[in-house]
């Protein structure tokens, strides 16, 4: 059959607001053109985010109202724990509310000044998690992720060669680990292979580093290496999985997005001494270890969503609803990150706006225009989420201008796609009348979370 149809019935709905464009125009200035500061309701396509914003199973929602919210021991953790120990086959899994916690207290445990987290690109709350402890994050993805207009089947991959001259210029005692974003959120949502997988994990083995997966997005990853990948074509999505994570000593998970639910997360490691230690913090941070943050309920879910999200009728969907919004932009010339990645289309704010320097955040731009025409809220992933400034003020800009269009799992069908196409193609058709932004306020870190703008004019 040519058409992919979603592999699931809709059992239950929920209404969408309309808007007008003079009223979205009010709106988005409000919110200091930041769509952070919108009200969800008057968003009428929410692209913001892939994470948290699943639509979750009717065997998720009868996990919820099985979960067991002991203290300790609940029966919910053991069934979640045992759901993730057969992806991963980690020794030692700890639950979290999110990615983030994981990730706060993994860095707590091993950063600090002096220390280096080499990533193939950190995403921005790892990132923020190292560098809060004074250590230093640093990404060192391959040239060609670098580049959105080459296409390449593993855009994700870490460059292992520049890892080894990292390895050796800083000395592995100051490396605590080194870590893989599976699949590369940051770069364009872009898979890793099992092979730089692997070829990673023999550096890291070579200096005595242990190997972390940040694991958000595992299975579309899995996915890619079966459709990619010589030698995978005939392993199910678990086996690929499997094999992915027998190369990690650890892994941190946001289960907003790969789980399937709406909250969760977790740490895993194997080795026991490192896992005592968080698992001490853990307690101070977020709860008893084994609900780690969570209720009973959500450790449910995430241990059916884990199953769920293995399923391959499942992933063909997911890819191809997302590939199917990239062809649609490709063919009308609207540069996006090529190929299409896992969980978002990835515009390309240099060639959508080449008039508007990074210093006036041409990603900004787009956001706010795409949510004036449309009501279609998104995410800019360049100069306002990753730019520093040097000692004069100026700006550094990161490799890469974009806007995010991540895509909720399991909520939007292919006439929304087709009207999220149509609105961009009309965005692109006007971009002569668009307008850079400056910032007139931010926050320390992680500033395009409450940055507000003004438009220049
Ligand atoms: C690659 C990656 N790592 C970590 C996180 C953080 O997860 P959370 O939002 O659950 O804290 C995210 C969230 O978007 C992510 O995409």
């Known amino acids: 059959m040519k058409t992919i149809i979603e592999p699931f019935k809709i059992k239950s709905v929920e209404p969408i607001r309309f808007t007008t464009k003079e009223e ?11 769509p952070f500061f919108l009200h969800a309701e008057d968003v009428l396509i ?27 021991g609940s029966k919910s953790f053991y069934k979640f724990e045992e759901a993730v120990r057969k992806i991963t086959g ?38 923020a998690n190292i560098e809060f402890t004074g250590a230093e994050a640093i990404d060192l993805l391959n040239e060609t992720g670098k580049h959105p207009e080459i296409r390449a089947d593993f855009k994700g991959n870490m460059d292992v060669e520049k890892l080894v001259h990292f390895i050796e210029k800083t000395g592995a005692e100051n490396i605590p680990l080194c870590m893989l974003t599976i699949t590369n959120n940051s770069g364009g949502g872009q898979p890793v292979s099992m092979q730089n997988i692997r070829e990673v994990k023999q550096v890291c083995n070579k200096n005595n580093i242990p190997l ?38 650890g892994i941190t998970m946001s289960a907003k997005k790969d789980a399937l639910v709406n909250i969760g997360g977790f740490l895993a490691m194997n080795d026991e001494k490192l896992a005592q230690s968080c698992r001490n913090l853990l307690i101070v941070t977020e709860g008893f270890t084994t609900y780690g943050g969570l209720a009973g309920r959500d450790l449910e879910a995430v241990a059916q969503g884990l199953e769920e999200v293995l399923d391959e009728h499942y992933l063909q969907y997911r890819i191809r609803s997302i590939e199917y919004l990239g062809e649609r932009l490709i063919a009308a010339g609207v540069p996006i990150i090529e190929p299409p990645g896992g969980h978002a289309i990835y515009i390309d704010a240099k060639r959508f706006l080449p008039d508007i320097p990074p210093e006036e955040f041409p990603g900004q731009a787009i956001v706010c225009a795409l949510y004036i025409e449309g009501g279609i809220r998104s995410v800019e992933i360049g100069s306002v989420m990753f730019g520093k400034y040097d000692k004069s003020g100026k700006l550094i800009p990161p490799p890469m201008e974009l806007v995010r269009l991540a895509i909720p799992r399991r909520v939007y069908t ?16 006007n971009k002569k009348s668009l307008k850079g932004f400056k910032i007139v306020y931010e926050a320390p870190m992680l500033r395009h979370f409450t940055a507000r703008f003004e438009e220049i004019n």
Not at 99 to 122: C, D, S
Not at 213 to 224: G, H, L, S, V, W
Not at 414 to 429: G, R
Request: glycine share 6%; hydrophobic share 35%.
């Open 414 to 429: 292919q006439s929304y796609i087709d009207y999220v196409a149509e609105i961009i193609l009309e965005v692109f058709k």
């Open 212 to 249: 972390f997966i940040d694991a958000c997005r595992f299975a579309e990853n899995a996915y890619f290496i079966k459709k990619r990948e010589k030698g995978y074509a005939q392993k199910s999505v678990l086996e690929i999985a499997q094999e992915m994570f027998s190369y990690a000593d």
């Open 24 to 34: 979205r125009k009010k709106l988005i200035q409000e919110a200091g053109y930041n």
């Open 46 to 72: 929410d692209l913001l985010t892939d994470s948290g914003t699943s639509a979750m199973s009717s065997k998720q929602w009868a996990g919820i109202m099985d979960g067991d919210e002991s203290y300790a």
């Open 90 to 127: 980690m020794k030692f899994i700890i639950p979290t509310h999110q990615g983030r916690a994981a990730e706060k207290i993994l860095f707590t445990v091993t950063g600090g000044k002096g220390k280096y987290f080499p990533n193939n690109t950190h995403f921005d709350t790892t990132r």
